[in-house]
C-alpha cells in the first residue's frame, strides 16, 4: 500500500493554525524506472497562506482588489473562486521564491524552465525544471493551493501557494551523484563520502565502482478487454526484480494493420549497483519478468 502524499497532512497543520510551515516526509509512488526515479524518496513541501492585506501590500491602489470573486469560472489561469489578480500576486511570489531557492543551491547562472501541469491539491500549477547533464531535471512541483483545503482547515478567508521538493533530486545535483539508487546503498565507500564536519563542506561524488549494464527487449500485445497503463509495468518489473532494474524504456508501439492490436516493445536495462550481472542471471529473470506479465497484466508475449 502507498503512504499518503505529504501534502495530505497539510490539512492537520493549517487546522493548527499554521500560516507559514515546511512539512518533510517520505513518499511511496509508483513512477518511471530510470536513474533519476524511485519508488521510495524524500520530500519537502513549503506552505504559505496569506491575508487580502498581504497579498496586495505591495501594490498600488490596492482598496478596491480583492481575493474572491463570487460568479468567476475556473480557466487554466485561476480557481472558479479566485480573483485573477490575487493569483497573479500569489503566482510571482511562488515562483520568484522558488527561483531563488534554486538559485541558492546552484547557483545564479542556472537554466530553468517552468512546465504547466496537473496536480490535484493546486490550481494552476507548475513544476520547475533545471537543465542538468544534457536533460531536463524536474526539480519541484507548485501551484495555487486548492481553496476547498483551506477552506475544510478553517483557514478559507486566505490564499495560499504551495511547493513540493524532492530531496534526493536536490542531493543528486548538488553532489555529482548519477543514480538515485544509490542513496539506499549501505557500501561504505558511497557512506562515508559524506562523513564531514563542516556541512556546509563541498561534496563531489566519486564512483565507488563500474558495473556492465545487460539490456534485453520484451514486445507483448496489450490486453483487449482490460485497461493496462505502462506504470502496471512498471510497478510489476520492480516487483521482479527489485534494484537490479536501472533504466525501463518504451522504445516502440505498433498497430497491427488487420487486428488493430496494440503492442508495446520496452528496452529493459539491467544493472547491479554492487557487483556484476551475468546474461544468464539477467536471462532468468527477464523470462520471470515476462511469466508474471502475461499472468497477472494479461498481456501476450510476442
Known amino acids: 500500500?502507498?503512504?499518503?502524499?505529504?501534502?495530505?497532512?497539510?490539512?492537520?497543520?493549517?487546522?493548527?493554525?499554521?500560516?507559514?510551515?515546511?512539512?518533510?516526509?517520505?513518499?511511496?509512488?509508483?513512477?518511471?524506472?530510470?536513474?533519476?526515479?524511485?519508488?521510495?524518496?524524500?520530500?519537502?513541501d513549503a506552505v504559505r497562506l496569506c491575508t487580502a492585506e498581504e497579498?496586495?501590500?505591495?501594490?498600488?491602489?490596492?482598496?478596491?482588489?480583492?481575493?474572491f470573486e463570487h460568479k468567476g469560472l475556473e480557466t487554466n489561469e485561476k480557481q472558479a473562486c479566485h480573483t485573477l489578480e490575487s493569483v497573479k500576486v500569489m503566482e510571482h511570489e511562488l515562483k520568484t521564491t522558488l527561483i531563488d531557492l534554486t538559485k541558492t543551491l546552484f547557483g545564479p547562472d542556472i537554466n530553468y524552465r517552468w512546465v504547466e501541469q496537473y496536480f490535484p491539491f493546486t490550481h494552476p500549477s507548475w513544476e520547475l525544471e533545471v537543465y542538468y547533464k544534457d536533460k531536463w531535471l524536474e526539480i519541484a512541483g507548485?501551484?495555487?493551493?486548492?481553496?476547498?483545503?483551506?477552506?475544510?482547515?478553517?483557514?478559507?478567508?486566505?490564499?495560499?501557494?504551495?511547493?513540493?521538493?524532492?530531496?534526493?533530486?536536490?542531493?543528486?545535483?548538488?553532489?555529482?551523484?548519477p543514480n538515485i539508487k544509490l542513496f539506499w546503498s549501505t557500501?561504505?565507500?558511497?557512506?562515508?563520502?559524506?562523513?564531514?564536519?563542516?556541512?556546509?563542506?563541498?561534496?563531489?561524488?566519486?564512483?565507488?565502482?563500474?558495473?556492465?549494464?545487460?539490456?534485453?527487449d520484451m514486445s507483448f500485445w496489450l490486453p483487449e478487454d482490460t485497461h493496462y497503463s505502462s506504470n502496471d509495468f512498471y510497478s510489476l518489473v520492480r516487483e521482479m526484480a527489485g534494484d537490479k532494474v536501472e533504466q525501463i524504456i518504451l522504445k516502440d508501439e505498433f498497430v497491427h494493420p488487420t487486428t488493430k492490436k496494440l503492442s508495446h516493445c520496452y528496452t529493459i536495462v539491467y544493472r547491479h549497483m554492487e557487483r556484476t550481472l551475468s546474461k544468464v542471471e539477467v536471462n532468468n529473470i527477464h523470462r520471470k519478468i515476462?511469466?508474471?506479465?502475461?499472468?497477472?497484466?494479461?498481456?501476450?508475449?510476442?
Not at 511547493?163 to 548538488?174: I, N, P, S
Request: hydrophobic fraction near 40%; aromatic fraction near 10%.
Open 1 to 44: 500500500m502507498l503512504r499518503a502524499h505529504t501534502t495530505a497532512h497539510q490539512t492537520v497543520l493549517i487546522s493548527m493554525g499554521l500560516n507559514n510551515f515546511l512539512v518533510i516526509g517520505d513518499v511511496y509512488r509508483r513512477d518511471e524506472i530510470d536513474s533519476t526515479h524511485y519508488p521510495v524518496f524524500h520530500q519537502v
Open 55 to 67: 497579498v496586495f501590500q505591495n501594490v498600488n491602489n490596492s482598496d478596491s482588489l480583492r481575493l
Open 142 to 177: 507548485c501551484g495555487v493551493m486548492r481553496q476547498e483545503i483551506l477552506e475544510k482547515a478553517g483557514a478559507g478567508e486566505r490564499i495560499g501557494w504551495a511547493f513540493g521538493l524532492g530531496l534526493e533530486r536536490l542531493a543528486m545535483y548538488l553532489y555529482d551523484i
Open 187 to 216: 557500501d561504505t565507500g558511497f557512506l562515508n563520502q559524506f562523513k564531514v564536519d563542516d556541512p556546509n563542506a563541498v561534496i563531489k561524488y566519486k564512483p565507488i565502482s563500474i558495473y556492465p549494464q545487460c539490456i534485453n
Open 290 to 302: 515476462a511469466q508474471a506479465a502475461a499472468e497477472k497484466l494479461h498481456v501476450t508475449i510476442r
